[in-house]
Structure formats: C-alpha cells, structure tokens
C-alpha cells in the first residue's frame, strides 16, 4: 500500500500533512525498532558470551541477498574515464643486453639475416651477497696503538646495507610483519634473528627521524592550507591516535596519545614548546566557547601582547583567574594556544585546514574547508522504510552531487559571476524542504556550513574533499591490521618518520627501496624529499589565491 503512495494526489491540504506526519512518525519508530532490534542482539551476545557459549552464527542465506547500502559516494561525484592501456616500455630502466640467437640447424640454407627485434624483460635477483671482509690491523710499538681498516661506508653491525634497506622497505612501505620478513630473509640463507629485525627497524634511526621533520616543514611550507585527520593507533596496548598532514606533495604522520585542539596546535607546528598569547583574538574564540563575560573581562586584564610558556599562563591564571573550571581553563588554554600560533613566525602558519567537522578541527586556523564528501555520507546513511521517502533522498542525493560537479567546473575558471550565482544555488539547495523530517533535518545542518563549504569559491586551488588525507589514513590502518600496534613509544617513533617518508616519496615520484638504500649505505646521492617538495612547490604555486591577495 505504502508503495503505491503519492501525497500530490491528496486534494485536501490538511488530510496530506496528516499523512505526511504520520509517515515520519513510521519512520521514527522502524528506526528506534532497527536499534532496539541490534540492542537486543548484542545483549543476548553478550550474556552467551558470559555463560561460556557463542552469539548467533553468521551464515551466509541460501538465496542471494541484497548487499547492504553503501556508505561511498563515488557512483555519484565521480565522472566516468575513459580507460586505455599505459605504455610502460619507455618507463623502465635497462640494465644489461644479452643476445638471443637461432640455432643454425633450424635455419634453411638461403635464410637471410634481417638485423634484431628486441623484447625487453623484467627480472630481479634476490639472493644473500655475505662477505667475509679481512681487516688489515697495524700495530704501533712507539704508539703503543693498534691500527684498523674500517668497514665501507653503509657496513655496521651484521647486516649490511641491502638488508637493511630491504626490512625497511618491506615493513613500511610494503606493510609487511616482522615474522614475515624474518622468514622471507631465512628463506634465502640469511641467518637473523626476529629480535635483531626488530631492533634495525627501531634502533639508531635519528637520521630518518631528522628527514622526516624536514619534510614536514618543507610540506608546511609548500602551502598555507592543509590536510587533516585521525585514525586510532594503540601504543603498548594503550589507545592513542595517528594525525595525519599533508598537501599534494606529502604526507607526515603523528601518533600521540590525544586527539583534543592542543594536541592538533602540537602537531601543526610540529610540537614546538607550547606558547600562549593572551589576545584580542582569544576572546573572540572564548565568547564562541560560552566562557562567561566576567571571565573574558578578568582574562582581559592580564597582560597582552606577551608569549607564555605553559607554566607562566598557569601561574597568571591561579593568581588572577582563581575558582576556574576544568572546562573553563580548557577553553582558556586553546584560545591563546589558537591566538600564539596564529602569531608565529619562526615556523610556517597554516591558514586554512580541509578536514570533516571534528570539533577539536575547529577554531585552529584562520579559515576551514570541510570535506564534501563526509557531508554527502550523512545524507546516504539516512534508511527510509516508507518508498516515498525513499525516493525523496535519492531525488536530494542527486541533485547534491550535481551542485557538487558545478564546483568542480569553477575550480577551472572561477570568476566572481560564478562564485555568486554557485552562493545563491547553495542558498536554494539547502533551504529544501521535502516533508520527510530525518532529510530535512540533515538539509539544515547542511546549510549551517555554507562557510566552510563554500571556502573553495575563495580559494579554487583547494580540493573540495578530504580524500587524501582519508588516503594517508588507511595506510596506518592496514599498517595496524598487519602488527596491530607498536609495542613501545620507540616503536611508534619509528612508524611515523618512515610511513612519512614512504608515502611522501610515493607522491614525489621517488623509489622508496632506492631512496632508504641510498641513506643507509651512506652514498646520499639522491636529492632529499624535503628539496624536491620545495623545488615543486614553486610549480604547483598551492596558495595562489592568497599569493593573489
């Protein structure tokens, strides 16, 4: 009945809205009976669980079934390419020639030779090269000293540079496990043990650590706005947080044990020490807080215009500020936190973030650009039961998409036309009023992000989704499914400067075996990442808006 529905062909004004209500009012309970339904399930689950038995089983049903609703708006956004063949013979290096020749028997008498036609094929040699090295030793009696050769460069300890450049590649680049590598090595007469693979992989490493923080600033200063997000990641068992940064030129990752605006103000300027600034700025970020005018007017009082380390901003803060909340003195801390870095000159300031709208996301930088496609997930997790409704949100899903490709077209020529007549269509999309309350709610949240939404008709240069940054999110996490987590804060250390350093080398077009080997053996002829982001940043020009402005 629900099916054959259609509410304009109801004259009477009143009996549609009555209809109209109770098909939300249907809504509301199919969705709290989905709820109430995989509450119930969970709990029985549980108590099984508790008696020693098992929850229900899932087995797959005879018949095929639907495949539950995706979440992805890639059908939607995504326009359809047009696929052809890459020619990769141009692209590949040649190491050696060899001739391949016929077999005079199989060749008739009046055979003619007619020169060579090549083939080229791919190989690789993957066996041990161990080395029995006899070091010269001198011995002076005047001296009373004993003189001896040293290794070559790149030779310390057991392995030499191809192994360690191999286990470093594999586990952070290939996402392999250390059990996996070890057994892969012994697979070809390595002798090595699972504890000295994990200490070349944690151990002595601060020259990787050095190049990562220069990519980092070198990525920071390629561009004035910049990717953001988080993905869990447990260090010793504990719940932590990777941050992940980046632009289009590379990717750092951070794992500390918070996820709050401080944390995201440490991890913006690469964890320099804390400063606070109290400012005319920090009270506009403390009046959008909710801190009370008494309190913005004692905090006025206390003197401006002046870097604090975190232990002066406390003491002024007991001294003139006493009875504080904790709340209260967060909100303090992030606002002239917010104000300090703002004001930074010894490091680059990043002035817009393109992120979701996590709270903590908030307020950081002068500007936020937030993500399209997280904001066209809302509407696709919404499930219907009455087909009305139904086809009401695949009406809205498709014309939000459709708005979203005319983005995409002024990204190419953005003239201020554009952008004004791009404003006026947001205002008429998201002011939809449907009848069916669960999208007309999710609509009006939509609108209240006009701002944030619209940041690209200011800066055309910005992407209008989070996708990379989603990217660098997801090798953390297979990098976690394989080794569910470092096992100390070393470990941890070691996963952020080289999963960086992979997946910025990646970008930059650079071959990560190729570039560890060529810093662990010590030959340092390759140009380091952080020079390559900065020579390309000058092409790319990622801030030419506010290079316009």
């Given at each position: 009945m629900l099916e054959d529905l259609d509410l304009s062909s109801i004259a009477d004004e009143r009996a549609r809205e009555l209809i109209q209500r109770l098909l939300n009012l249907l809504e509301g309970v199919m969705a709290d009976l989905r709820a109430a339904q995989a509450e119930n399930q969970r709990l029985r689950d549980e108590i099984n669980r508790l008696k020693g038995e098992q929850g229900v089983p899932v087995i797959s049903p005879n018949t095929p079934q639907p495949p539950p609703k995706p979440h992805s708006s890639e059908k939607e956004r995504r326009q359809p390419k047009i696929w052809s063949k890459d020619r990769k013979t141009d692209r590949i290096a040649i190491d050696r020639e060899q001739m391949a020749q016929v077999d005079p028997a199989h060749v008739p008498q009046d055979a003619v030779f007619k020169g060579y036609e090549d083939v080229v094929v791919q190989d690789?040699?993957?066996?041990?090269?161990?080395?029995?090295?006899?070091?010269?030793?001198?011995?002076?009696?005047?001296q009373h000293q004993s003189y001896l050769a040293p290794l070559p460069q790149g030779y310390t300890g057991q392995c030499g540079p191809g192994i360690n450049s191999l286990a470093l590649t594999l586990y952070f680049g290939g996402q392999m496990s250390e059990p996996k590598i070890a057994e892969l090595l012994r697979s070809v007469g390595v002798q090595i043990s699972d504890g000295h693979i994990s200490n070349l992989l944690i151990k002595d490493q601060g020259a990787f650590h050095a190049e990562k923080a220069a990519v980092y600033q070198a990525g920071l200063a390629s561009s004035p706005w910049q990717h953001l997000d988080d993905t869990s990641t447990r260090v010793?068992?504990?719940?932590?947080?990777?941050h992940i940064v980046c632009n289009p030129l590379y990717t750092a990752y951070f794992t500390p044990e918070a996820k709050d605006r401080l944390t995201i103000l440490d991890v913006l300027t690469h964890y320099r020490p804390r400063r606070f600034l109290v400012h005319a700025e920090a009270g506009g970020f403390l009046e959008a807080c909710g801190l009370?005018?008494?309190r913005r007017q004692q905090l006025a009082q206390l003197p401006g215009d002046t870097l604090l380390d975190d232990m002066a901003l406390h003491v002024l803060l007991d001294t003139h500020l006493p009875g504080l909340g904790p709340q209260q003195r967060q909100w303090i801390l992030d606002a002239t936190a917010v104000a300090a870095s703002h004001a930074e000159l010894e490091y680059p300031v990043v002035r817009l973030?393109?992120?979701?709208?996590?709270?903590?996301?908030?307020?950081?930088?002068?500007?936020?650009?937030?993500?399209w496609v997280h904001e066209g997930r809302h509407d696709k997790k919404l499930v219907p039961y009455v087909p009305h409704h139904r086809a009401l949100l695949e009406d809205f899903v498709q014309r939000f998409w459709l708005y979203y490709a005319q983005l995409l077209v002024y990204q190419t020529q953005p003239t201020p036309a554009e952008a004004a007549r791009l404003t006026g269509e947001f205002a008429t999309l998201f002011t939809t009023v449907t009848g069916y309350e669960a999208l007309d709610e999710r609509i009006a949240k939509t609108r209240t992000k006009q701002g944030c939404l619209l940041m690209v008709l200011a800066h055309p240069e910005i992407p209008l989704h989070n996708n990379p940054a989603e990217l660098g999110a997801r090798a953390r996490v297979r990098k976690r499914d394989v080794s569910f987590g470092p096992r100390t804060r070393e470990g941890a250390t070691a996963w952020d400067p080289f999963m960086t350093l992979a997946v910025t080398a990646t970008k930059l077009g650079v071959r990560f075996y190729h570039y560890i080997h060529d810093r662990v053996s010590g030959?340092?002829?390759?140009?380091?990442?952080?020079?390559?982001?900065?020579?390309?940043?000058?092409?790319?020009?990622?801030?030419a808006s506010w290079n316009i402005s």
């Open positions: 690789i040699i993957f066996r041990t090269d161990t080395i029995l090295f006899h070091k010269e030793k001198w011995y002076s009696p005047s010793h068992g504990q719940n932590g947080y990777c009370s005018a008494v973030l393109v992120c979701d709208d996590a709270p903590q996301f908030t307020l950081v930088t002068d500007a936020l650009a937030l993500c030959a340092f002829q390759m140009p380091s990442l952080a020079d390559l982001i900065q020579e390309r940043a000058t092409v790319l020009n990622l801030g």
